[in-house]
């Protein structure tokens, strides 16, 4: 192997299925893991058979993997039993070409976790290693608690590693459990480690308790080890695991090495990433490095002018590189330069001496004193910008509505309740003046049904409308002065049957209004989107 090959090792599935709230199921996992396939990941650790039913399903039915090899889970032979009679161990050889043990490498963790001799501990990890080798493709020894082990019986911590490498370990694994160990004394121990095995055979799998996970990682590729193991994102117990999305990146455009992706691979980064954050439903992480939806966004006046000049000034590597893109933001930190940047951006040809261009930079800044946010809301942006260019047509007029709740008691105890909102609106399209009433499950739902009851008449509307679906609504009360003056801030995110989204902003002291407003610029900026011509004569 080449000195600059470091080889990945993801365990997502594992260690990430004991972060706090996450619970795979079979098929999640499998989906999880054909992702991985697809970035070519070395090894995948599929989970620990025999250990729960849903890793017992994944491996009963394991993917069919192109570029990865697919690795179980377990640890060494238990006290008192011979390795060929241990039944761990032999589901683990049942179960995958590739496995991976865990085995005691601290003195105190032999003497007090597991209760038996030092010697005792030495000979589970020798003989484990070297009757799963006889029947695997390929055996990795993942030393627990290895760091605090060397710092307090060195000898011992050796030994122990020594002990796999020697019963056939391909790869010898440092394991930081507890996660307290920085980069300084992974660097040291690491290259002492490396004196005794050769880097080629070891490994380094890092926890994130002191944030150091992936600065650990790194430290110990500098120092010699040739296997990183970690995570997607970071999941993993207590504060998460080293982050493979972090350190892929930063292994192949900073440092050099060579990870078996290649570089047309790297471009996916962010939409595995963004795999995962779908299967566990939430909201990717916005500061994520590389990957996350503010890594390459530029808010200030003074940086965006530097970045437009060259993107290198505010830029460590090109976003494209990592599959993201560069955000130009507009809100009331923006100058000029951020006007014109989004401007090209959206596709508005405007003179950058326009007078217009500097009145937009000074309404954008009131607009955000008074509670709007556009570095979130780049439709109501663009609706608001077209509208001062004089591109921008009005495609229909609320001129009022009302929205109503109602809650009712249906038993004599109170206890079943219906709660129901009832709108109303008036509503202009052209030269003619429409009313409308619908219900909805509260007032927001209400007031779309009845807005779209009316525009689902318009046959020019009618198919852009239709499909459009509200997949998030968010609500901030901003408080002004000694806080008895609030505004209510919503923000509502939009999606078409193509899986386009899109986000507005509206802001009002009424939530109702609020909302309506955000409605209003949602539905607006798909009609405009769509070409469609406005009704008015």
Wanted: glycine fraction near 8%.
């Amino acid at each position: 192997m080449s000195d600059k090959r470091v080889y990945l090792y993801d365990s997502t599935l594992r260690d990430g299925q004991q972060t706090q709230g996450v619970d795979f199921s079979a098929a999640d996992k499998t989906a999880i893991a054909k992702a991985l396939d697809e970035l070519s990941i070395d090894y995948i650790e599929g989970g620990w058979p025999g250990a729960n039913p849903t890793d017992d399903a994944f491996f009963a039915n394991p993917p069919k993997l192109k570029n990865s090899r697919l690795t179980a889970f377990g640890m060494t032979r238990r006290a008192g039993r011979s390795a060929s009679n241990d039944p761990g161990l032999t589901t683990l050889i049942q179960n995958a070409p590739v496995v991976c043990m865990v085995g005691k490498s601290w003195d105190f963790q032999v003497t007090e976790a597991l209760g038996i001799e030092l010697d005792e501990n030495i000979a589970m990890i020798s003989e484990s290693v070297a009757h799963v080798k006889q029947h695997s493709e390929e055996v990795l020894f993942d030393a627990e608690h290895f760091f605090d082990g060397y710092k307090a019986n060195r000898d011992y911590a050796l030994l122990a590693i020594q002990a796999a490498y020697d019963a056939g370990a391909r790869w010898v694994v440092l394991c930081d459990t507890n996660g307290g160990t920085l980069p300084d004394e992974i660097s040291q121990i690491v290259s002492d480690v490396c004196t005794r095995i050769p880097g080629s055979h070891i490994g380094i799998h890092c926890h994130n308790d002191t944030e150091n996970a992936v600065a650990n990682s790194l430290a110990a590729v500098r120092a010699g080890a040739r296997q990183i193991q970690g995570t997607l994102n970071g999941l993993g117990e207590r504060c998460g695991n080293a982050n493979l999305i972090s350190i892929i990146p930063t292994l192949m455009l900073k440092m050099g090495y060579d990870v078996g992706i290649s570089a047309q691979q790297l471009t996916q980064l962010r939409r595995i990433s963004h795999i995962l954050d779908d299967r566990l439903n939430r909201e990717p992480t916005r500061q994520a490095a590389y990957v996350g939806e503010s890594a390459f966004a530029h808010k200030g006046g003074l940086h965006v002018s530097a970045v437009e000049k060259n993107p290198a000034c505010y830029e460590h590597v090109e976003p494209e590189k990592v599959g993201n893109q560069r955000q130009i933001l507009v809100s009331d930190q923006a100058g000029r330069s951020n006007i014109l940047a989004r401007f090209r951006e959206i596709g508005v040809d405007v003179d950058p001496k326009s007078e217009a261009v500097g009145k937009l930079v000074e309404l954008v800044k009131q607009r955000e004193f008074d509670g709007y946010a556009y570095d979130g809301a780049e439709a109501s942006f663009e609706l608001l910008a077209r509208k001062a260019m004089g591109q921008l047509e009005r495609y229909f007029r609320v001129t009022s509505f009302r929205v109503i709740d109602e809650r009712r008691w249906v038993d004599e105890q109170d206890e079943q309740v219906i709660t129901m909102s009832e709108a109303t609106v008036k509503v202009v399209v052209g030269d003619e003046q429409f009313m409308s009433v619908a219900e909805g499950n509260g007032p927001v739902n209400a007031l779309d049904a009845a807005l779209r009851k009316v525009l689902l008449t318009v046959p020019e509307y009618r198919d852009v409308i239709a499909p459009i679906e509200l997949i998030d609504y968010k609500v901030r009360i901003i408080t002004r002065g000694d806080g008895t003056r609030a505004v209510t801030r919503v923000m509502i995110e939009s999606r078409d049957a193509e899986g386009n989204s899109w986000a507005t902003v509206g802001v009002s002291s009424n939530i109702i209004e609020a909302s309506y407003n955000a409605l209003r610029d949602s539905i607006s900026y798909k009609l405009f989107k769509a070409g469609i011509s406005s009704q008015h004569s």
